[in-house]
């Protein structure tokens, strides 16, 4: 799950890691009470969206001036914002930050991951800060400094030292900066974050550390720990259908093919995504209603499915197990029956009764299509939307 800058930077807050004065504003007039608040100019206001890159997009202006501030926020406000992480579509900007504006001597970048190839938590860290860190990684690797820390021990002084070592930090700026790192560890393992990160945290002409930007992302699977996280969720943020297949606890991407594919497992549903592209075909979603689905489950993730204007032709590839092959037909008929079918169904199924699920199928009166295998299967709902 992801939140708003203004939203990490509560966090960060209540972890007494330093972040400039601000506040969040909806409107133009908001934006000047903030503005008002902090005392002097300049000052930055911010588009508040779920995406990286809004300076370059035009989401990031300074303000010289109360005029400026309602001005910039004018126009911030309400537009559609289009940056490299956003796709050509953009986002909506629904909100900003307006923040004090501070005398920056230097840009770091700095973030905390998991690293699933060595089980550890990574710092990671750079120089090269205010740039994107993808971009970094690719031109200099060099520029970029690792310390992975094993999460049964936890973080430790040199752990930090090694950071700031490497960030080459003056010495008025190593113990602030040692006790802010370790702030921010706890912050990423207290709230089962899968990534905190400050691009650019930057050391003041005053030398201050100070974390211009936050970004923070949760681990979904571990939501149901931490109740207050979930009043951060801003779902206009998100795509509309998976907001309502999470309501049925459906694992649902929505993608930019024209062909929906309901699957049970993540990796059949890889290789069915995968099947698909091989026939000349796009997927439009991955949608995994796991090993344990219930007929409503499948009747929801069809009816999601069909919700999806792009979707032109739908593959349903499930393999009998925990999730027989009698309840799935059950609820594709179900589903069918109250959303009605209006475009062509495609079904492979084998495994555990799949005989009663056929006979389920076939005596619906439905129009579904029967494939063999999955490469059949593939092929023949290629065809129907290709026509």
């Known amino acids: 799950m992801k939140i708003h800058e203004?939203?990490?930077?509560?966090?960060?807050?209540?972890?007494?890691?330093?972040?400039p004065d601000g506040g969040v504003a909806f409107t133009p007039d908001d934006a000047g009470q903030v503005a008002e608040s902090l005392g002097g100019f300049p000052v930055v206001v911010k588009a508040q969206i779920h995406a990286g890159g809004r300076g370059k997009g035009g989401g990031v202006k300074l303000a010289g001036s109360m005029d400026e501030v309602t001005g910039i926020a004018g126009k911030i406000i309400g537009?559609?914002?289009?940056?490299?992480?956003?796709?050509?579509?953009?986002?909506?900007?629904?909100?900003?930050?307006?923040e004090q504006g501070l005398n920056i001597a230097k840009e770091l970048y700095?973030?905390?991951?998991?690293?699933?190839?060595?089980?550890?938590?990574v710092i990671m860290a750079s120089r090269a800060g205010g740039m994107d860190i993808e971009e970094v990684a690719a031109q200099t690797p060099e520029k970029i400094i690792k310390v992975f820390i094993d999460p049964l021990v936890g973080i430790q002084p040199f752990h930090c030292r090694r950071v700031a070592f490497g960030l080459d930090l003056s010495a008025s700026v190593m113990r602030p900066f040692v006790s802010m790192l370790g702030s921010l560890y706890r912050l990423f393992m207290d709230y089962d974050c899968s990534l905190v990160e400050i691009n650019p945290l930057v050391i003041t002409a005053e030398d201050a550390v100070m974390a211009?930007?936050?970004?923070?992302?949760?681990?979904?699977n571990a939501l149901y720990r931490h109740k207050d996280i979930l009043a951060y969720r801003d779902i206009d943020?998100?795509?509309?259908?998976?907001?309502?297949?999470?309501?049925?606890?459906l694992n649902y991407i929505k993608l930019d093919g024209n062909v929906g594919n309901m699957v049970n497992g993540a990796g059949l549903a890889m290789a069915t995504m995968d099947i698909i592209k091989l026939a000349g075909a796009e997927p439009a979603n991955f949608l995994d209603v796991g090993g344990g689905a219930s007929a409503e489950m499948?009747?929801?993730?069809?009816?999601?499915?069909l919700g999806d204007q792009n979707v032109k032709g739908i593959l349903i590839n499930i393999f009998g197990g925990i999730l027989r092959c009698d309840v799935l037909a059950e609820g594709v008929v179900k589903a069918a029956e109250k959303t009605g079918i209006t475009?062509?169904?495609?079904?492979?199924?084998?495994?555990?009764?799949?005989?009663q699920g056929r006979k389920i199928l076939a005596e619906s009166g439905l129009n579904l299509t029967t494939a063999a295998d999955m490469k059949d299967a593939a092929q023949k709902v290629a065809r129907m939307v290709a026509g």
């Open 6 to 19: 203004y939203q990490a930077k509560e966090l960060f807050k209540t972890y007494n890691i330093p972040i």
């Open 343 to 355: 475009v062509p169904v495609v079904i492979r199924m084998e495994g555990t009764n799949v005989e």
């Open 212 to 220: 211009l930007d936050a970004k923070v992302d949760f681990d979904d």
């Open 237 to 249: 943020e998100e795509d509309p259908l998976e907001v309502e297949a999470s309501k049925f606890h």
């Open 79 to 98: 537009m559609n914002l289009v940056t490299h992480q956003t796709g050509p579509e953009g986002k909506r900007v629904n909100k900003i930050l307006v």
């Open 298 to 305: 499948v009747e929801n993730g069809f009816r999601i499915m």
């Open 110 to 121: 700095l973030s905390i991951i998991p690293d699933r190839s060595t089980a550890k938590i």
